[in-house]
């Protein structure tokens, strides 16, 4: 079946040591996101990739960056990881943007993300 | 800057139960997406819709988005435990998605 997957599903890092959080589709889709979601909240948007094309939120923290070496992968850093990093972060896919045609959005399972 | 809220944030109810949740905006959306989420788990797309004024049923679920596609309301009937977690709705904007504020749901046996 087509698919957006995560991994890990947990990971656990260390205060300040750098993790790397992946994302991949089945779906050929054309934009990935990242969101960041806490308990019990709706899920905020990090930044998108519309296909090679990188589009940060203004309130994203320098502290995450975000790589795409090709269509189905799609990679999330976090620099140093502090604790109010910790969180589930949730990667999606959409066909495509714009309101011009139907575009569903399709989620991973997430990776919860502890910082000791 | 377009913004969705949702009503109730949470609901208790009894297993038979009917109820609606509603999302709410000032800005007109192209569609807009209902998903279930489960503890630990990514949100679950349950319908979209995309006609202003369109009713969609899933079994005990019926969506409708408003006629002049600025809210929706989502109504589950005979609620059952399994239909615990939360509600999601999201409108489809210009660049991205909004995301309402959720209705957290917990249906008791």
């Known amino acids: 079946d087509a698919m957006v997957i995560q991994n890990p599903r947990y990971q656990v890092t260390q205060f300040g040591k750098p993790v790397t959080l992946s994302c991949s589709q089945t779906?050929?889709?054309?934009?990935m996101y990242w969101y960041q979601q806490k308990s019990s909240q709706a899920p905020k948007l990090l930044f998108h990739?519309?296909?090679?094309?990188?589009?940060n939120e203004a309130d994203t923290p320098d502290n995450f960056q975000s790589r795409r070496p090709n269509t189905s992968f799609c990679f999330l850093d976090i620099r140093s990881p502090g604790l109010g990093d910790a969180a589930m972060y949730l990667c999606?896919?959409?066909?495509?943007?714009?309101?011009?045609?139907?575009?569903?959005?399709?989620f991973g399972p997430g990776t919860r993300l502890t910082v000791l | 800057t377009q913004l969705l809220e949702q009503s109730p944030q949470f609901l208790s109810i009894q297993e038979g139960e009917n109820l609606t949740v509603y999302c709410n905006s000032s800005?007109?959306?192209?569609?807009l997406q209902w998903y279930r989420q489960e503890p630990g788990e990514g949100p679950v797309l349950l319908v979209t819709?995309?006609?202003?004024?369109e009713v969609k049923k899933l079994k005990r679920l019926t969506f409708q988005f408003g006629d002049a596609r600025k809210d929706s309301s989502l109504h589950i009937t005979a609620a059952q435990p399994g239909d615990t977690g939360l509600y999601l709705c999201a409108g489809e904007g210009t660049y991205k998605y909004i995301f309402g504020t959720g209705t957290r749901l917990k249906v008791l046996a």
């Open positions: 819709v995309v006609t202003g004024g």
């Open positions: 990739y519309y296909d090679k094309d990188f589009n």
């Open positions: 800005s007109v959306f192209s569609s």
């Open positions: 779906l050929n889709h054309n934009v």
């Open positions: 999606a896919t959409s066909r495509d943007l714009g309101g011009a045609s139907l575009n569903e959005q399709f």
